[in-house]
């Protein structure tokens, strides 16, 4: 995608979203931080549900630890692979409390070293919490970036770093929300929405049905 497209491209979102966020519930950067981790493999309705009953008996890494691995399972249950995620949302509070004051840090290598947090989850709550220029790449964001011609990459990480290259700086911050929002909604992996999407024209979608093409 030619850089005067990009700007457009993000231009566009930016003008129908002008203050894009997670759709996660959290009132914290731990809250945040423990909503993302909960969301792997699931969907953000379902962690919502969960954390709508956790958040309120343990908002803080204290309060979550004295709950142990079996009281927190009651909890988040009804969440994809909730016994792993149990163990290691468990043992991030334990860190966080040994290591941080009880505190999220705000460093992407400190975050990594937490059980559960792999780059993307840092990504996101590097960005959402403490305002960084991250790019989380999920699957949304990891398809839409090679339909549209964005950033096309064969590797997540590949994807992210083009996006974070391409993406002019003034959008930085929030093209994390535009293109997973996007992608989520609009830019669907079975059957995109190419009849009601406002950066078609820009894209390089070659499955785009000719009559979806607005005219330039």
């Not at 079996?70 to 909730?82: A, M, Q």
């Not at 990504?123 to 305002?131: H, I, K, Q, R, S």
């Not at 770093?161 to 930085?172: A, G, H, S």
Request: charged share 25%; proline share 6%; net charge positive.
């Amino acid at each position: 995608m030619k850089k005067a497209d990009i700007e457009q491209f993000y231009a566009r979102l930016r003008a129908a979203n002008p203050a894009p966020t997670t759709e996660l519930h959290y009132a914290t950067p731990f809250q945040l931080l423990i909503a993302v981790i909960l969301s792997a493999q699931a969907t953000d309705v379902g962690v919502n549900k969960a954390t709508a009953r956790l958040f309120p008996v343990a908002p803080t890494a204290d309060k979550m630890l004295q709950l142990g691995v079996e009281g927190l399972s009651e909890y988040i249950k009804t969440i994809g692979l909730y016994h792993t995620k149990a163990r290691n949302v468990i043992a991030t509070c334990q860190i966080l409390l040994d290591q941080h004051g009880g505190e999220v840090p705000d460093q992407r290598v400190m975050l990594e070293a937490l059980p559960g947090v792999g780059r993307k989850t840092a990504n996101v709550v590097l960005n959402t919490a403490f305002g960084q220029p991250t790019i989380a790449v999920d699957t949304h964001i990891f398809r839409l970036g090679n339909r549209t011609g964005l950033a096309p990459g064969k590797t997540v990480v590949e994807v992210e770093q083009k996006l974070l290259r391409v993406t002019p700086d003034e959008y930085k911050k929030d093209a994390h929300h535009w293109l997973i929002l996007h992608g989520r909604y609009i830019c669907k992996a079975r059957k995109p929405e190419c009849e009601r999407c406002i950066v078609s024209d820009l894209c390089r979608f070659k499955g785009k049905p000719d009559e979806n093409r607005p005219s330039k």
